[in-house]
């Protein structure tokens, strides 16, 4: 069974710290792209980053590029996002996906169509 999970969302102050992670299960880790996706109530779904093996550097949505940093550790089937100087506006609902064709990265972004597996999410709300 494929599964990712997400952890590490809270309450945090603006200008705060939060690192997410996403474990997965199931499938050789290191062949996909494991995406960060975000969604507010009343938005669309945001393709936030994206980290392949595939590409030589990872995709950042401008509206948190200089902040968001996403990472792996193959040898603990894990992704991160540190996300640094938060806020509110980052509050959302974040998810992490994967990417069978690994494709996103660098100057692609990920998109929902694109990611055949997803965690159930973890919320991150920043107070002002």
């Known amino acids: 069974e494929v599964e990712l999970v997400e952890s590490g969302g809270g309450l945090v102050q603006a200008g705060g710290s939060l690192r997410l992670a996403c474990a997965v299960s199931g499938f050789t880790f290191d062949d996909y792209a494991i995406g960060w996706f975000r969604q507010a109530p009343g938005k669309e779904r945001e393709g936030v980053s994206c980290?392949?093996?595939?590409?030589?550097?990872?995709y950042y949505a401008d509206s948190v590029k200089g902040r968001f940093t996403s990472s792996r550790d193959n040898a603990k089937n894990t992704v991160y996002l540190q996300m640094n100087s938060l806020k509110p506006e980052d509050t959302a609902w974040y998810y992490c996906?994967?990417?069978?064709?690994?494709?996103?990265?660098?100057?692609?972004?990920?998109?929902?169509?694109?990611?055949?597996?997803w965690g159930k999410g973890t919320l991150v709300t920043v107070s002002s």
């Open positions: 996906a994967a990417d069978p064709l690994a494709t996103c990265g660098a100057d692609i972004p990920p998109v929902p169509g694109g990611m055949d597996y």
């Open positions: 980290i392949s093996s595939r590409v030589g550097s990872a």
